[in-house]
Structures are given as C-alpha cells and as structure tokens.
C-alpha cells in the first residue's frame, strides 16, 4: 500500500517543490480557503506517532513494506481513491486531517546533513500564486525579503514536523530491529457478501508484542511506543467503517 500517487522520487502530492528565496520568490503567495483536492486520490496518508491518537479513530493505522516501516492511515479500499475527500475537496467533517495533508504545499527541506530547516513549497500546486498582490493572496515575504506571519507559520509548522517525522522513524526502526512488523491482509466483506481483499501493508503481531522482554519492554514503555502500538492494534476496527463509507446502505 503506497500513499497517494508521488512522481518519480518525489513525496506523494507533490510535482515541483522548490527552496523559497527572496528576491527569486518575492512575489508567490497562498490563496485562501482549503481544498483538499490534491489529495483525492490517495488511499494512505503519511502519518507521525504524535497523531495516532487522534487518527486512530477515523483511520485504520498500518505500516508500509519498505524499509523504515512508515506509519500510514488508510484513507480508501480501492488505489487512486480516497474516501475521506468530498467532490468540492472537502475533508469529511468530525475526521482527523493528517498532518502531512495539512503542510501542503509547504515542506520541510535541508542543504544537508543536520542542517536547518528550511521553508519549500510546490509550486504546481493550485493554491500557489506567482503573483499574491494580483491575486489577493497572502504574501510568503514582506517587501524587506523578511518572512510575513504566512510564511512563518509554515515553516514552524514545517520544523516540528520535521521534528516528529525523525521520532516515527525511530518508532519504525524499533519494531524492524524487534520483529514485529509482519505482512498482513485485510479481507473486507462487501454489501453483496463477497471480500475484497488488500494488501500491501505491515501490522505489528501481537503475539510477539506480547512476548517482548527485558530491556527491550523497558525501552518500548519508557519511549511509549508500548502506547503507540496499543493504538495501532485498536485502529484495526476502523476496517469496518471505511467499507461502510465506500458502500453506504442505500
């Protein structure tokens, strides 16, 4: 199971993030309202630890097949639809909205190892103007080339994603290193009565969970990955209501 539909080598959504500078960039700014449109398509979101709580209500929470074992809420049953954005690219209302969808177009980026968090945008993306005065869009820089209170709520909210994205991969390293990540699938029973089966994820086994020891229960509690795990099993039972969601009674 992959999240969204990214380009070749570049994170899902999006098609041409660029490093904001000024004077290069000193006319782009944002237009207001939220459309999630661009993630239409996407049948897994990204997510980080800090939102399972919050994501476990709406979202079955999995793992991705790749090496780093990525936490992911299922957002659809069927690749290239995501049941939780509406035809007027609206989110559902009363669900959890990752926060991965909620940084675009915005994204974190760096020069180079350990280096600063720096402020990247999309720039194919629709909520992006080239020319804010013109448009009535909000500025990302002020005329000093200074970052205006858009841009810096972006790229705050860029740093402590960045942030709790290095705490999830370490979550994911963890349940490598412990074994246990297994591949699973679900065997969803559609109205008609017959099972659509997905695959393409990862779920912690619980018997092994269960089995866990020594120094390394301790880690897992203390760290409260123990906790995270705990929510992970719980979100299983939100398999049911996305088949409901993709299949209303009529």
Not at 13 to 21: D, V
Request: hydrophobic fraction near 45%; charge should be negative; proline fraction near 6%.
């Amino acid at each position: 199971m992959t999240a969204g539909t990214p380009a070749p080598g570049l994170p899902p959504f999006y098609g041409s993030p660029a490093l904001l500078r000024f004077p290069d960039h000193r006319l782009i700014g944002l237009r207001d309202g939220v459309d999630y449109g661009f993630a239409r398509a996407a049948a897994a979101i990204p997510l980080v630890t800090s939102e399972f709580v919050h994501a476990q209500r709406s979202y079955p929470l999995v793992f991705s097949t790749d090496e780093g074992a990525a936490p992911l809420a299922v957002t659809g049953l069927t690749t290239g639809e995501n049941l939780f954005v509406g035809p007027e690219g609206a989110w559902t209302a009363g669900d959890y909205v990752p926060s991965y969808v909620r940084r675009y177009p915005f994204i974190g980026m760096t020069q180079g190892e350990g280096e600063a968090i720096l402020l990247g945008l999309d720039l194919s993306a629709a909520q992006v103007t080239t020319d804010a005065a013109r448009d009535g869009a909000r500025p990302l820089f002020a005329e000093d080339g200074t970052a205006t209170e858009t841009g810096k709520a972006a790229i705050a909210f860029c740093e402590a994603y960045a942030i709790e994205h290095e705490r999830s991969r370490e979550f994911g390293a963890a349940l490598e290193a412990a074994n246990l990540l297994t591949a699973r699938e679900a065997r969803v029973t559609l109205p008609d009565g017959t099972e659509k089966l997905i695959q393409g994820f990862r779920l912690v086994d619980e018997a092994a969970f269960r089995a866990l020891s020594g120094a390394t229960l301790e880690t897992f509690h203390a760290k409260g990955w123990s906790d995270l795990i705990v929510l992970h099993l719980a979100s299983q039972h939100a398999w049911r209501a996305l088949v409901g969601r993709a299949f209303p009674a009529a």
